[in-house]
């Protein structure tokens, strides 16, 4: 499986900080051999405190512009209007992304859809603030329908009011269900705006690529204690280099081993969906007499002795907290039917 690796800095803040960038993550791509596909800088910032820097704006252009000059890789840069998009496209920037903040607000996404429409545009559709799988998915559509041919997904985690290590919550089970539903789909993670922290972006580039992952948009900076924006995520081109070129990537093919598992998994599947039904049934067939008799629909001391059959392999701590689960959806589906 090609990968696609994306890497810069968080803004563009002059053109020396570009460039220099840009300099170290050649230099030390074709060190590690990895091929660096994007560049990529925030020119305009969607920044929560007002007067936090914000990017370098339009002034950036001709910077990006030297940049894929001098080093023959294509820059991406964030857009969050039609404008901004109309602006890429008229300064040669063919791969944008539209920001997580912008990806709430469909109405915007259409609007920079329209704009992209029938172009030769990639563009990467990051996943929106809020855990919301179908808002996500709609706006990727609005991509392909407009026929844009490259469009990439790409997961930098969710808004959580709870407390978290990482700077937003990974709920893996989201890209995981997007991969699902669009399997031709690349799909990116951005473990730099997930993280918030450089310290933990190793072991989450790396669940991703377990993941099945199709590439990692990762925040650099030549020299991270400067920069202006997300200075506490950003990794040095060196530091990028290490990373990417140290990850055990995993590959989507099918493997003779696996096809043999999988072949006893779909039996056991077979079985247990049977099973499982077979159990509802029953549920429904001691509902009637249940009614027909006026017992209530309740029997804690019944429901006790079900949960004793579920008690083999204790040893197994993570197959123990899965049945703890399984149990409860199972005796809330069988109080909801007998009702
Ligand atoms: C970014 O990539 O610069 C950015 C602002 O990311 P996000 O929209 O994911 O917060
Ligand atoms: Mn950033």
Redesign the pocket.
């Known amino acids: 499986m090609e990968r696609i690796w994306i890497a810069g800095p968080?803004?563009a803040e002059s053109c020396e900080q570009l460039l220099a960038t840009a300099a170290e993550l050649m230099e030390q791509s074709a060190l590690a051999g990895v091929h660096l596909d994007y560049f990529?800088a925030?020119i305009w910032?969607?920044r929560s405190v007002p007067g936090s820097f914000c990017g370098a704006g339009e002034e950036a252009f001709p910077w990006l512009q030297e940049v894929q000059r001098t080093y023959g890789v294509p820059a991406c840069v964030?857009v969050m209007s039609a404008r901004q998009l109309e602006l890429c496209a008229s300064y040669g920037i063919r791969t944008v992304?539209v920001?997580?903040?912008?990806?709430v607000n469909p109405t915007e996404v259409q609007q920079i859809a329209d704009a992209v429409r029938g172009s030769d545009f990639t563009v990467l559709v990051?996943?929106p603030?809020i855990p919301d799988l179908r808002l996500w998915e709609g706006n990727i559509e609005r991509f392909l329908k407009a026929g844009i041919r490259q469009v990439m997904a790409?997961h930098?985690?969710f808004t959580d009011a709870q407390e978290n290590i990482y700077r937003?919550a990974p709920v893996w089970q989201i890209p995981i269900d997007l991969k699902v539903h669009l399997p031709e789909l690349p799909i990116l993670c951005?473990p730099?705006?997930l993280c918030g922290q450089v310290r933990w972006i190793p072991q989450v580039a790396q669940l991703a690529m377990n993941y099945g992952f199709n590439g990692l948009?990762i925040?650099c900076h030549h020299n991270p204690a400067q920069a202006l924006s997300?200075a506490e995520q950003q990794l040095t081109p060196a530091q990028w280099a290490t990373l990417v070129s140290g990850l055990d990537l995993r590959a989507n093919a099918a493997d003779l081993d696996l096809v043999k598992q999988r072949s006893f998994l779909e039996n056991v599947d077979n079985q247990l969906s049977e099973l499982l039904y077979q159990r509802m049934v029953l549920v429904d067939e001691i509902a009637e007499i249940k009614k027909a008799k006026h017992i209530a629909v309740v029997q804690p001391k019944q429901w006790q002795e079900v949960v004793k059959r579920y008690q083999k392999h204790r040893e197994d701590t993570a197959y123990q907290k899965f049945l703890e689960k399984f149990l409860e959806l199972l005796h809330q589906s069988s109080i909801a039917r007998q009702h």
């Open positions: 968080c803004a990529r925030g910032k969607v964030e992304w920001g997580a903040r912008t990806c990051k996943n603030m790409v930098r985690g937003n951005d730099s705006h948009m925040e997300d």
